[in-house]
């Protein structure tokens, strides 16, 4: 497998990261996971706005900073994926996101990328203080489960959640201790 670094966004990267958008697109994906909904902006800077303005955010009951990277494959400088840490949970949070939510762009997908991504945020979690983070997936994920697992995810129940259109969907949560 090859390594990755997690890296800010920033100007440098938005040719790029219209390239990662446009192939969840290209795959009949309506959302990007972990990116922050990228897939909700008309563009790279506005979005880029967004998350250097989560970075920031003041923390209240119902809002925490959030840190968003892009995974960049070492070698030939690829963004293979995205992952956000959330600084701290939140109600809504504790119900349905946890802690940390990520992607892996389609045709990179079943690479082990995902497991190396999760790992490097929880060193940084470690950075920022946090003990114990919380991760969920829908339960047919069997993917993302593996790779929760394989990072030492620890099975916290199961629960039904509204999806992006209003629907129940099926989650299954973890946690990791730091």
């Given at each position: 497998m090859?390594?990755?670094?997690?890296?800010?966004?920033?100007?440098?990267?938005?040719?790029?990261?219209?390239d990662?958008r446009?192939s969840?697109?290209?795959?009949?994906?309506?959302?990007?996971?972990?990116s922050s909904?990228?897939e909700?902006?008309?563009g790279y800077?506005?979005?880029?706005d967004?998350?250097?303005?989560?970075?920031k955010?003041?923390?209240?009951?119902e809002q925490?900073?959030?840190?968003?990277?892009f995974a960049v494959?070492?070698?030939?400088?690829?963004i293979?994926g995205?992952i956000q840490?959330r600084h701290?949970?939140?109600?809504?949070?504790?119900?349905?996101?946890?802690?940390?939510?990520?992607?892996?762009?389609?045709d990179?997908?079943?690479?082990?990328?995902?497991a190396?991504m999760?790992?490097?945020?929880?060193?940084?979690?470690?950075?920022?203080?946090?003990?114990r983070?919380l991760?969920?997936?829908?339960a047919?994920?069997?993917?993302?489960?593996?790779t929760?697992?394989?990072?030492?995810?620890?099975?916290?129940?199961?629960?039904?959640?509204?999806?992006?259109?209003?629907?129940?969907?099926?989650?299954?949560?973890f946690?990791?201790?730091l």
């Open positions: 090859e390594e990755l670094a997690l890296v800010l966004p920033s100007l440098e990267w938005e040719k790029q990261a219209e990662y446009r969840y697109f290209e795959n009949g994906e309506e959302h990007i996971n972990g909904a990228m909700r902006y008309p800077r506005e979005w880029l967004r998350v250097n303005d989560l970075r955010l003041p923390a209240s009951e925490t900073q959030a840190t968003t990277f494959r070492k070698r030939d400088g690829r293979v995205t840490v701290r949970l939140t109600g809504e949070l504790c119900r349905s996101g946890g802690n940390i939510g990520y992607g892996v762009r389609p990179e997908r079943g690479k082990g990328y995902a190396q999760l790992t490097l945020a929880l060193d940084f979690c470690r950075e920022i203080g946090l003990e983070v991760l969920d997936c829908r047919d994920n069997t993917a993302s489960e593996r929760i697992r394989k990072c030492g995810g620890i099975p916290a129940g199961e629960a039904q959640v509204p999806d992006e259109n209003g629907r129940a969907e099926r989650i299954r949560r946690w990791i201790a």
